[in-house]
């Protein structure tokens, strides 16, 4: 009688020990899954940041105001003129002039006066990028060229440096409908500027 006692004491205790252990084990497991659902949440949060698009910074460049980068350059916007035949300021007898020959079609030339503060002289075409926005969403590339001889005529801007502390006058020209010059819709020229961006608001 006593040994069947005992022997049902200790079946107890066995069970009561795998209960325990088992439910030990649950709240471990428990426990994992919780970590490892906290490591997946901070994974992906740290993904979503590495996935999300940079947002470049767009400054403002207001006509006749200068702009400086230092220790690169003086940037000033003069003026943003539309015309089917752009000619230098002061034309001499002999001069070089772009006339738009695509029917329907005129210049936008967005005018830039570029004092260098460069040590060595540089390539006058490196200084400054155009681009035209119409409408929010039409883009129109630029082709430049630079002011010589004191404005009488122009030449090429990739054949031509400004050295330092010397000024140059650029003249950034698009091709864009005439519509572009006559239904006061927006436009902007966006300038780029030793890889920041700036946007000049025509109208």
Do not use: W
């Not at 500027?193 to 000049?200: D, I, L, S």
């Amino acid at each position: 009688m006593k040994k069947l006692g005992l022997l049902l004491l200790v079946s107890i205790l066995l069970v009561a020990c795998g209960q325990s252990d088992k439910n030990s084990s649950s709240d471990n497991k428990t426990k994992e899954s919780v970590e490892k659902n906290a490591e997946e949440e901070v994974k992906a949060s740290e993904n979503n940041e590495e996935n999300e698009p940079e947002v470049e910074e767009v400054l403002t460049i207001t006509k006749g105001n200068v702009l400086v980068v230092d220790n690169y350059a003086e940037i000033t916007i003069n003026n943003n003129i539309f015309g089917k035949q752009i000619s230098p300021p002061n034309p001499s007898s002999v001069y070089t002039y772009y006339k738009n020959e695509e029917e329907g079609e005129v210049y936008l030339d967005t005018i830039i006066s570029v004092k260098s503060l460069l040590t060595t002289g540089q390539t006058s075409n490196e200084f400054v990028d155009v681009k035209i926005i119409y409408d929010g969403k039409y883009e129109y590339k630029t082709f430049s060229t630079i002011e010589n001889r004191g404005g009488s005529d122009f030449t090429f801007t990739n054949i031509t440096s400004i050295e330092p502390l010397k000024n140059g006058t650029l003249h950034f020209l698009a091709s864009v409908p005439e519509q572009v010059e006559q239904d006061g819709k927006p436009l902007k020229a966006v300038i780029t500027v030793k890889g920041k961006t700036y946007e000049q608001i025509i109208r």
